[in-house]
C-alpha cells in the first residue's frame, strides 16, 4: 500500500472510520492488530479530551462529567484537528455550543465557553507597551478629531445575554453556581491583560461599550464622539469621551495612538 | 566529529517555572517544547526568556510530521524558525514519525513502515526541513504498538539510514527502544548497537505504563531500573551524549525530578571518565556539520 493511502486510512481509523486498516498491520499472539490500533484510537480521543477538559474546566463543572463527556464527544466527532497545536483545538466550541441543538437552547453555555476562551486567549495574547497619559499631553488640539487608537492585542469584548460572567465568577471560586438567568438585555464584560501579565474584567455600561468598540475597530475620535451624541449632550459628550480615554489609559487597555500621520506606542 | 555535550538536563514544564526562577536548581540545560511558546506573546514567552537567561537550552517539537505525505507546513516551520532566533537553541529536534494527513493533525506521533521508499520520502523532507530552517534538526526514534506487513528492515536499519542520508542527528528515547522492544519482541541491545555513534545527540529517559503485556509510553511514571540498565549499555556504547528526563504527565515536585536525573549522572560518571564528561556546549548545531 502506499505511504499516502495507508497514513489516511490510518488517520480514519482514528476518526472513527471502519477503513479495514487492520490487514495491513501485523497481528501477535500477545495482541491482535485490531486491538493494537485501538491503542492509538483511544489515545487520540483521551489527547483530545485532555485538551479540552484544561480549556473549558468551568464549562466542565458546571455540566458536570457525564455532560461534559457526551459534550466533547460531539466536539471531537465533529472536528477534526486543523491546528499544530492543542491550544487552539478548541477554538470552535463556543460557536458548537451558540448553534447547536440542545446547547444552544442554554445560551450560558456558550457564553461561559466564550469568557473562558478570552481569558485563555488574553492569557497569551501578544505584548504591546502601554499608552501613558504623556502620550495625549502631546497631542495638539486640532489634531485630536483624526485621533485613533490601538487597543492592546488581548482585549476582548464579550457580550452576554445570560449570568454566565456570575456563573464563571462562582466556579472560579469554588462556589456553587447561580442558577441561569437568560435576559433580553445584553450585558458587556471586557477582559484584557495589564503589564503583570494577569487577565483583568470588569463589566461596560452601554456608552462605554459603544466607544470602546468605535476606537477598537479604527474609528477616529470625532466618529467616537459621533456615536456618543446619541446618547449624551453635546456639552457632555467631549467630556464622557475623554473620560472613557483617561480610564483606559490608566487601566492599561491602549497599546497605542494615530493623529495626522504620527503614531505613538 | 567531537560531539556537543550539555550535560543532564530537564524538560522545562509550567509546574516548575516558578521554582525555576526563585532557586534557579544547578541543571545543566533544559528542554523546552517547541508549540507551547508558538504563541503571540504574554506569560509563556515571559517565563521562557526569564528561564533562558539562566540556562542553555534545546528546542523539541511533537507537530513537524516528517514523515507525512501532506506537504511540509512552511507556517509551521516559520514559527519554528522565528522561536529558534528567540530561544538559540543548541539544537532542535522533532519525531521520526506522522502525524498529519489531509491537514488533519492526529496530534499524536504515528508510526511509519521501514522500507526504502519511506526512507527516500524522509530523507527529501528532513533535508528540505534542514534548509529551510537552515541548520541540522534532531529526530527521536518512537514508541509504537503496530507493525506494518510493509516493513523490510528494522526500526534501528531505518532509523541509521535515514540519519545517514540526511544528514540529521537523532535524539536517541532510551525509555521508546525500550518500550518497542517489548511491543515487537526484539533484543533492545540490538537497537542500541545498530545506531551509528556518530550520529546521536541527545538521549531522553522517561517512564511507562503497562497495558497488559504491552507497554505505553505515558511518560507519567519515573524511569524504571531496565531504563536505566539500558541507558548504562548505550553510554557503554556512544560515550557522554547530553542526557535529560522527560516527564509529561503526573508531574512530581521539581526536586525529585532533579534527584532522578541526579542518577542518570551518577550512571554516567561510573561508566565514562570525567575528560568524557566535561560539558562542552561551544559547538552548536549549525557549526558541527
Given at each position: 500500500m502506499e505511504l499516502r493511502s495507508l497514513q489516511q486510512q490510518f488517520l480514519y481509523h482514528l476518526l472513527g472510520e471502519s477503513t479495514g486498516l487492520e490487514k495491513v498491520i501485523e497481528s501477535t499472539p500477545m495482541m491482535s492488530a485490531r486491538d493494537r490500533l485501538n491503542i492509538y484510537a483511544n489515545g487520540y480521543r483521551m489527547r483530545l479530551k485532555e485538551a479540552l477538559q484544561t480549556d473549558f474546566d468551568k464549562l466542565h463543572s458546571y455540566l458536570g462529567d457525564a455532560q461534559f463527556d457526551a459534550l466533547m464527544n460531539r466536539y471531537i466527532d465533529t472536528h477534526p484537528s486543523h491546528t499544530t497545536s492543542l491550544?487552539?483545538?478548541?477554538?470552535?466550541?463556543?460557536?458548537?455550543?451558540?448553534?447547536?441543538?440542545?446547547?444552544?437552547?442554554?445560551?450560558?453555555?456558550?457564553?461561559?465557553a466564550k469568557i473562558e476562551q478570552a481569558f485563555a486567549n488574553s492569557f497569551d495574547a501578544g505584548n504591546a507597551a502601554c499608552l501613558s497619559l504623556e502620550h495625549f499631553a502631546s497631542i495638539p488640539e486640532q489634531a485630536w478629531p483624526s485621533l485613533q487608537l490601538t487597543m492592546q492585542p488581548s482585549l476582548q469584548i464579550i457580550a452576554c445575554y445570560s449570568n454566565a460572567f456570575a456563573i464563571w465568577k462562582a466556579l472560579s471560586a469554588g462556589e456553587p453556581p447561580p442558577e441561569a438567568q437568560h435576559r433580553d438585555e445584553v450585558e458587556y464584560w471586557v477582559v484584557w491583560r495589564r503589564p503583570d501579565l494577569i487577565s483583568h474584567y470588569r463589566p461596560l455600561a452601554f456608552a462605554e461599550y459603544t466607544a470602546l468598540k468605535s476606537m477598537s475597530e479604527g474609528d477616529s475620535f470625532a466618529e467616537l464622539c459621533e456615536q456618543l451624541l446619541?446618547?449624551?449632550?453635546?456639552?457632555?459628550?467631549?467630556?464622557?469621551?475623554?473620560?472613557?480615554?483617561?480610564?483606559?489609559v490608566q487601566e492599561d487597555m491602549l497599546a497605542g495612538l494615530d493623529y495626522d500621520g504620527i503614531n505613538a506606542t | 566529529m567531537t560531539r556537543p555535550f550539555l550535560g543532564f538536563g530537564l524538560g522545562l514544564r509550567t509546574d516548575h517555572y516558578q521554582h525555576i526562577i526563585e532557586h534557579q536548581p544547578p541543571i545543566d540545560w533544559f528542554e523546552i517544547l517547541s508549540e507551547n511558546y508558538m504563541v503571540p506573546g504574554g506569560k509563556p514567552l515571559a517565563n521562557l526568556d526569564r528561564i533562558r537567561q539562566d540556562y542553555?537550552?534545546?528546542?523539541?517539537?511533537?507537530?513537524?510530521?516528517?514523515?507525512?505525505?501532506?506537504?511540509?507546513?512552511?507556517?509551521?516551520?516559520?514559527?519554528?524558525?522565528?522561536?529558534?532566533?528567540r530561544v538559540e537553541p543548541a539544537w532542535v529536534s522533532d519525531h521520526l514519525c506522522w502525524t498529519t494527513v489531509d491537514h488533519i493533525n492526529s496530534h499524536d506521533l504515528l508510526p511509519l513502515p521501514y522500507n526504502e521508499a519511506v526512507i527516500k520520502h524522509i530523507v527529501d523532507r528532513i533535508q528540505a526541513?534542514?534548509?529551510?530552517?537552515?541548520?541540522?534538526?534532531?529526530?527521536?526514534?518512537?514508541?509504537?504498538?503496530?507493525?506494518?506487513?510493509?516493513?523490510?528492515?528494522?526500526?534501528?536499519?531505518?532509523?541509521?539510514?535515514?540519519?545517514?542520508?540526511?544528514?540529521?542527528?537523532?535524539?536517541?528515547?532510551?525509555?521508546?527502544?525500550?518500550?518497542?522492544?517489548?511491543?515487537?519482541?526484539?533484543?533492545?541491545?540490538?537497537?542500541?548497537?545498530?545506531i551509528d555513534p556518530d550520529r546521536v545527540m541527545q538521549f531522553h529517559l522517561a517512564g511507562h505504563s503497562y497495558h497488559g503485556e504491552m507497554i505505553i509510553d505515558t511518560h507519567d511514571h519515573p524511569v524504571c531500573e531496565s531504563v536505566w540498565d539500558l541507558y548504562q549499555y548505550a553510554l557503554e556504547r556512544y560515550g557522554a551524549v547530553s542526557t535529560m528526563i522527560e516527564r509529561d504527565d503526573n508531574i512530581p515536585p521539581f526536586a525529585e525530578l532533579h534527584e532522578e536525573l541526579t542518577r542518570a549522572e551518577t550512571i554516567a560518571r561510573r561508566t565514562l571518565t570525567a575528560e568524557q564528561l566535561a560539558i562542552n556546549s561551544g559547538r552548536m548545531m549549525q557549526g558541527v556539520a
Open positions: 491550544r487552539y483545538f478548541s477554538i470552535a466550541l463556543a460557536e458548537m455550543l451558540a448553534q447547536e441543538s440542545p446547547y444552544s437552547e442554554h445560551i450560558e453555555l456558550a457564553e461561559l446619541d446618547l449624551f449632550s453635546e456639552t457632555d459628550t467631549p467630556i464622557k469621551a475623554i473620560g472613557f480615554l483617561q480610564s483606559w | 542553555p537550552m534545546v528546542m523539541h517539537g511533537v507537530s513537524m510530521s516528517i514523515g507525512s505525505t501532506d506537504p511540509l507546513n512552511t507556517r509551521y516551520l516559520d514559527k519554528l524558525k522565528a522561536l529558534i532566533e526541513v534542514q534548509d529551510y530552517i537552515g541548520r541540522e534538526i534532531l529526530i527521536e526514534n518512537l514508541s509504537s504498538y503496530v507493525t506494518y506487513h510493509s516493513s523490510e528492515m528494522s526500526e534501528w536499519q531505518f532509523v541509521n539510514e535515514i540519519a545517514r542520508r540526511s544528514g540529521c542527528f537523532l535524539l536517541v528515547d532510551i525509555n521508546n527502544i525500550f518500550v518497542s522492544a517489548n511491543n515487537h519482541h526484539f533484543d533492545p541491545r540490538d537497537y542500541i548497537n545498530g
